[in-house]
Nanobody, 125 residues
Framework: QLVESGGGLVQPGGSLRLSCATSGFTLDDYAIGWFRQAPGKEREGVSC????????NFADSVKRRFLLSKDAGDNTVVLQMNSLTPEDTAIYYC????????????????????WGQGTQVTVSS
């Protein structure tokens, strides 16, 4: 099970911290991805983290603004979003896929087979 939290309304230039709480599996065997879908647009990959080794990938649109980390003790993955703009407004989803490659992750959504329900992020003044 995946449960996202931390969304809300924030002003441009602000920050939000999204959490993806996982249960029923160990993060050591799964890659975790974050995706978002803005109104009227297709869902797009934002970031991902490998099972181990801390390999992360980011979409060009969020590089140097977003950070992704894992708290294995809490089975939680945290997406720290900084310098937010109205273009970051979307529903944010986390997803997971089991992999034997401890250093692999992807932001291609069709690689993932378990999804959370999403959390709304709105960036507006």
């Amino acid at each position: 099970q995946l449960v996202e939290s931390g969304g809300g309304l924030v002003q441009p230039g602000g920050s939000l911290r999204l959490s993806c709480a996982t249960s029923g599996f160990t993060l050591d065997d799964y890659a975790i991805g974050w995706f978002r879908q803005a109104p009227g647009k297709e869902r797009e990959g934002v970031s991902c983290i490998s099972p181990r080794g801390g390999v992360t990938n980011f979409a060009d649109s969020v590089k140097r603004r977003f950070l992704l980390s894992k708290d294995a003790g809490d089975n939680t993955v945290v997406l720290q979003m900084n310098s937010l703009t109205p273009e970051d407004t979307a529903i944010y989803y986390c997803a997971t896929v089991k992999t034997s490659d401890q250093y692999w992750c992807t932001i291609r959504e069709y690689d993932y087979n378990y999804w959370g329900q999403g959390t709304q992020v709105t960036v507006s003044s």
